[in-house]
């Protein structure tokens, strides 16, 4: 039987690419054996103990970076219960730069090659193409005991800055965070912060871990990780919900290191299993925030269980179509939840969740994704209710958020950090 020409090509495409990755492979493990006058001079191959931010490099086809996220260098570490390859570190995936990057070793457990299906779990990666924050792994121990020393002298002195010009906007709250963060063991590799998150959030208590780099995203207004995104949400939980039986009641928040892109494709029945459940705490309406990552981009969903209505709140005006995995999982999963529910619907309903992309303001840029996220949480708790128009809220309706309007929410959240004592000196 012969193969038609479209059907070869597509063999000799694939061989090529498993050839690419093979060879990839191979280049990774020898560079791992040259000697370090043969390395890049900006490779580091010592690496703090404990968890430190990083990024993450690939050397074929071209040297590139990649994504970042977090190296996890301790003793006897294993991966999905195995050893790591020689050479290699434990590294959680949190921002991708690249959508097309593979993998350096593909995750057989969870047979993902994209590194964009790997945001939020952990892969193996080369020892060469892993990069701590450069300012902060070359900065001694002494120079950094005599920069607290001076500053603790004054730590209660707010940073001093130029006066802004009548009725600028001044980051009030990220410049004396910044500062704390400057004063404290933060400024050293692998320091992280524990934010314990009570059960009532996502429906069962956690911690979520916030590193400097975590930090510096929001500074410098750059792409958030997951960390930074669950903050949030305990800051809108605190400061609008709690208390207020009213907002507990109607709102609740879905987890994206629980449910995010990784897992569905890796754990399509856990993700599942977390949904339903979610949906099972119902009691009336409820709408379920959903702060979903793509490997690339954060959207936001909105699920009512109960009218089985699922709000699409997309920030660069892709449809949900784009994102096929996820969605057959919201509507297998409200299927479950009807059924377990026990409730009637009519048959031309059976089969058909409703979903409307709602006309939210759209980013200009590749990297606000996150904070419109927030902010679209932020507004529909505010309005207090249920459906979401498809024009969006009059109150808050615009093509654009300003960079202001943005700016707001960076505050917000440097407040949050501050008054929950999490950075001190």
Known sequence: ????????????????????????????????KETSEKASINCQNKFPEGISSCQLYLSSPTYRLVGKGKVH??????LHHRPLPDGHLKVSVDVVLDKDAL??????????????DAIGSFVAWPLDLIYIDDEVFAQGSQQLSQKIGSRQKNKRDLPVTSLPKK???????????????????????????????????????????????????IFRHQELGVGVIHTYIQFLYDNFMRGNDQLSNRFRFVSSSLVNKALICREPDSCREYLVK??????????????????????LLAIDPLKEVVYFLNSIDGEWTNYPDMKQLVDTSIKVFRSQRQARVPRTKSNNITWIKVQCPLQRNGIDCGYFVMRFMREIINMNQIEI?????????????????????KEELCQYFIEKRLISI
């Open 1 to 32: 039987m012969f193969l038609s020409i479209p059907a070869l090509q597509a063999q000799v495409l694939q061989l090529q690419k498993d050839n690419e990755r093979y060879r990839c492979m191979e280049k990774c493990s020898s560079q791992l």
């Open 73 to 78: 260098n301790t003793s006897g570490d294993l």
């Open 103 to 116: 993998l350096p070793i593909p995750d057989i457990v969870s047979e993902t090659t994209f590194l964009r």
């Open 167 to 217: 009725g600028a906007f001044v980051p009030r709250y990220q410049i004396s965070l910044e500062t704390l963060v400057d004063s404290s063991d933060m400024a050293t590799a692998g320091a992280i912060r524990l934010l314990d998150m009570e059960e009532d959030i996502f429906g069962y208590s956690c911690t979520e871990t916030i590193g400097k780099e975590d930090l510096e995203h």
């Open 278 to 299: 979610r949906f099972m705490a119902s009691r009336t309406n409820n709408l379920y925030l959903w702060p979903y990552n793509s490997g690339c981009h954060w959207l």
């Open 389 to 409: 128009p498809i024009t969006y809220f009059d109150e808050y309706k615009c093509a654009h958020y300003t960079r202001l309007q943005l700016e707001q929410i």
